[in-house]
């Protein structure tokens, strides 16, 4: 089972940036090979996947509410996932996860998925 830690959310004001970091503390091996995502959900809204990239890195997908903004990537070798967030908007604002895709699929909730970390706050004000 994959077990991760979300860190790097925090307030900002609109047009900031952040950048989220996603280490797993167990399932190393499963990070290793599975394509990993971002997902997000905001109060009151339904969990979405937001952005995934495949076990290798080469291959990256995103929703289009975040395209030209977000940038996805992982690093094997340190067994870490990142989101660099850019020009973030009020409606940005939401519980962000990481956690694996069992596709190259944007916008599905991951309903299936049971095992979720504590995910990090990213707060964007206007």
């Known amino acids: 089972q994959l077990h991760v830690v979300e860190s790097g959310g925090d307030l900002v004001q609109a047009g900031g940036s952040l950048r989220l970091s996603c280490a797993p503390t167990?399932?190393?091996?499963?990070?290793?090979?599975?394509?990993m995502g971002w997902y997000r959900q905001a109060p009151g809204k339904e969990r979405e996947l937001v952005a995934v990239?495949?076990?290798?890195?080469?291959?990256?997908d995103y929703v289009e509410s975040v395209k030209g903004r977000f940038t996805i990537s992982r690093d094997n070798t340190k067994n870490m996932l990142y989101l660099q967030m850019n020009s973030l908007k009020p409606e940005d604002t939401a519980v962000y996860y990481c956690n694996r895709a069992t596709a190259l699929r944007v916008g599905i909730s991951g309903s299936d998925i049971t095992s979720w970390g504590q995910g990090t706050q990213v707060t964007v004000s206007s």
């Open positions: 990239i495949d076990s290798t890195g080469f291959r990256k």
């Open positions: 167990r399932g190393t091996l499963i990070f290793k090979v599975n394509a």
